[in-house]
């Protein structure tokens, strides 16, 4: 049984580009979560998505947006990348309303 | 606003007990987990405490105290793979299960 999967490893960008994360929830799991975790700081909450609708959204600029597909997969959109957005983006699923959550190993994306 | 607190950095021997402590400030409660990262891994649930008390899972246990805002996450038999950072985070919210993390506790098994 395959856990949460999310692509790409890593990514290098520029100042100014736009990028697009994927996540895989884990099997038989229908929320996915997504967080930034900064160098050295606990994970923040991004938005969680259900039902292909985003269900609560934490302190986040519009730049930041998301889209769940009938599968359950996951994108992170963010567009107009700054440098303070360099971070690993953690995916996290769960089923339904589970206190646990299942957390990918996350994208390391660096702006340059 | 919203806010956990726990000591950034805390060491210890091998074989020793060890208790991580956690105290929050949240517009909303609905428990306290507790997540073991090791360097550049995934964040992995090490418990979950809803109600007041002790929650033991092998060599973990977690306590919470409402009335307090307060929780601890205790360490026995601590072993050199122990080695990792520890968050506390309280869910925010009952139907979406929004979890708020604090900053992290990195904790050093020494031999």
């Known amino acids: 049984d395959a856990g949460v999967t999310q692509s790409p490893t890593h990514l290098i960008k520029t100042r100014g580009q736009q990028v697009t994360l994927r996540c895989s929830p884990k099997s038989g799991h229908d929320t996915v979560s997504w967080y930034q975790q900064a160098l050295g700081q606990g994970p923040q909450f991004i938005f969680q998505?259900?039902?292909?609708?985003?269900?609560q959204r934490g302190n986040f600029p519009d730049r930041f947006s998301g889209h769940q597909f009938p599968n359950y997969s996951s994108e992170l959109n963010v567009n107009a990348l700054l440098l303070g957005d360099s971070a690993l983006y953690l995916c996290a699923s769960t089923r339904a309303l589970s206190y646990e959550q299942y957390f990918g190993p996350g994208t390391r994306l660096t702006v340059t | 606003g919203q806010s956990l607190e726990q000591p950034s950095e805390v060491t210890a021997v091998e074989g020793a007990i060890v208790q991580i402590n956690c105290t929050y400030q949240?517009?909303?409660?609905?428990?306290l987990s507790w997540y073991q990262q090791h360097d550049g891994g995934a964040p992995t649930f090490l418990s979950y405490?809803?109600?007041?008390g002790l929650e033991e899972t092998g060599r973990f246990s977690s306590f919470l105290s409402r009335s307090d805002s307060y929780g601890y996450l205790l360490l026995q038999e601590l072993q050199m793979k122990d080695s990792a950072s520890y968050f506390c985070?309280?869910?925010?919210?009952?139907?979406?299960?929004?979890?708020?993390f604090g900053q992290g506790t990195t904790l050093q098994v020494k031999p």
């Open positions: 949240t517009s909303g409660f609905y428990g």
């Open positions: 405490n809803a109600l007041d």
């Open positions: 985070a309280v869910r925010g919210s009952s139907n979406t299960g929004k979890l708020i």
């Open positions: 998505y259900y039902e292909e609708e985003e269900r």
